[in-house]
C-alpha cells in the first residue's frame, strides 16, 4: 500500500515538474497627452501617443454613456419625474367589437396562476386614453402621460384583457396586435436623451388563460409583437370534423417515410366527431395578456462603451484625434493592454479636457 502511495506521490511531483511556468505579459510602456488642455466645441482635439506598442487600445471620451467611470454599469434614478406609454395596434379577421381593453395595476402580487387570481388585484381601465387600430394597418396610440398611476416605490403592471362572446351569435373574435410598447421616463438623460423603462421585449407579457386546456385562446407573444385572439369556434362543418378528410387516413402517405409526400412533422390523430353538446365549442371566455412587475424608481442603463481604436494587427498608434460637441469638462481615458494565453497587463492613461462655446 505505502508502494502504491509513493508512486503516485513520485508522479505528481514529475507531472508538476514538466508544467511549464506561466508566461509574464509586459505591461505597455505607454503614455497619452494632449496638444492643449482646453478646446471649443467642434475643434477637433488631438492626443498625442508614445511609449512601446500596446497590443490594444481602447478610447473613453468621457462624454456621456462613454464614461470610463461607469464601465461597469450606470444606473438612472427617475424616481418621481412620472412615465409615458405608447403603442401600436391593428385588428383583423373577426368581426366582434370591443373585445380589447388595457388596465394598469400597482397592487397586483405577481400570483399568474388564472384570471381569478388577475382579478384580486385593482386594475384601473385606461382603454380610452388611448387610440386602438380600427383597421389592418397599425395605429399610433398616442403618447400618454400615465404618471397619474405611478405610485413611489411600487411597481407597476400593464395588462390587456381580451373578451370572447360566443361567436356563433356574435360573429368571430378578432385578432389584435400590438406592436411597440413602450414605457419611457419624462425624465431625460442629460435633459437631451428619452430613457426607457420598459420596452414591447422588456414587459414581459405572458398569457394567463383559464380555458387553455378546454377552447384555448389564440393569443401569442414574441419579442416584438403582442397578438390577441379568441379560440377557434367549433362547429360542425370544419375540415377536423369531416371523417373523408385524409388527415384521418393511417396510410396517408405523410406519415410514411418511405412515401414522397411524407411531413416528418405529421402526427397521426384519430378521428373524433363534432360533439354538438360540448360546453366548449362556443364559450364565452376571457383570457389575459399582463406585464411583468415593472419598476418606475430606476433605469439599468448596463456599462458605457468604450471605442477599440487599435488591435492586435493594426500598427502602431501615435495620434488619435476626436471631436466634442458640447462644452463641459471630460475625463478621456485610454486603456492600453498586452496579454497573452497565461495573462493580461492594462494600463490606463487619464486626461482632463475642458470644452468651451
Known amino acids: 500500500m505505502k508502494r502504491k502511495i509513493y508512486s503516485m506521490l513520485a508522479a505528481a511531483l514529475i507531472m508538476a515538474s514538466c508544467e511549464k511556468p506561466a508566461i509574464e505579459a509586459e505591461a505597455p510602456a505607454f503614455d497619452v497627452v494632449a496638444e492643449k488642455s482646453t478646446y471649443k466645441a467642434g475643434e477637433v482635439v488631438k492626443f498625442m ?62 400570483d399568474y396562476g388564472s384570471v381569478a387570481k388577475l382579478k ?34 411600487k411597481p407597476i403592471y400593464f395588462a390587456f384583457r381580451y373578451n370572447t362572446r360566443k361567436q ?7 385578432q389584435w396586435f400590438i406592436q411597440t410598447f413602450t ?26 388563460d383559464d380555458l387553455k386546456d378546454k377552447a384555448p385562446a389564440l393569443s401569442s407573444v414574441t419579442a416584438t409583437r403582442l397578438t390577441l ?7 360542425a ?11 384521418f387516413d393511417p396510410k396517408n402517405g405523410i406519415y410514411d417515410p418511405q412515401d414522397p409526400a411524407y411531413q416528418p412533422t405529421a402526427v397521426f390523430k384519430p378521428f373524433v366527431p363534432f360533439d354538438p353538446a360540448s360546453p366548449n365549442n362556443d364559450p364565452e371566455s376571457e383570457h389575459w395578456a399582463v406585464s411583468k412587475a415593472i419598476s418606475i424608481d430606476k433605469i439599468d442603463l448596463g456599462p458605457d462603451w468604450s471605442t477599440a481604436i487599435k488591435g492586435l ?16 469638462t471630460y475625463t478621456a481615458t ?24
Open 49 to 110: 501617443i508614445t511609449g512601446g506598442e500596446a497590443q490594444s487600445i481602447a478610447f473613453y471620451s468621457g462624454e456621456l454613456l462613454k464614461d470610463y467611470a461607469s464601465r461597469t454599469g450606470r444606473v438612472a434614478d427617475v424616481a418621481g419625474a412620472g412615465a409615458t406609454l405608447q403603442f401600436t395596434s391593428s385588428v383583423q379577421l373577426g368581426t366582434q367589437t370591443n373585445q380589447v381593453s388595457l388596465l394598469a395595476s400597482t397592487n397586483f402580487n405577481g
Open 183 to 208: 414605457l419611457n421616463s419624462k425624465k431625460l438623460l442629460d435633459n437631451s436623451l428619452t430613457l426607457t423603462i420598459a420596452d414591447q421585449a422588456g414587459t414581459g407579457f405572458r398569457i394567463v
Open 120 to 153: 384580486a388585484a385593482t386594475w384601473v381601465d385606461i382603454t380610452n386614453r388611448f387610440n386602438l387600430g380600427t383597421g389592418t394597418a397599425f395605429l399610433a396610440s398616442k403618447t400618454v402621460d400615465i404618471s397619474d398611476l405611478l405610485v413611489a416605490g
Open 168 to 174: 356563433a351569435t356574435n360573429g368571430l373574435a378578432r
Open 334 to 357: 485610454f486603456v492600453a493592454a498586452n496579454g497573452n494565453i497565461d495573462q493580461q497587463k492594462v494600463v490606463t492613461k487619464d486626461i482632463s479636457i475642458t470644452i468651451t462655446p
Open 313 to 328: 494587427t493594426n500598427p502602431a498608434l501615435t495620434e488619435y484625434r476626436y471631436t466634442y460637441l458640447k462644452p463641459g
Open 229 to 235: 385572439q379568441g379560440n377557434t369556434y367549433l362547429h
Open 237 to 247: 362543418g370544419l375540415p377536423q370534423f369531416n371523417p373523408a378528410n385524409p388527415i
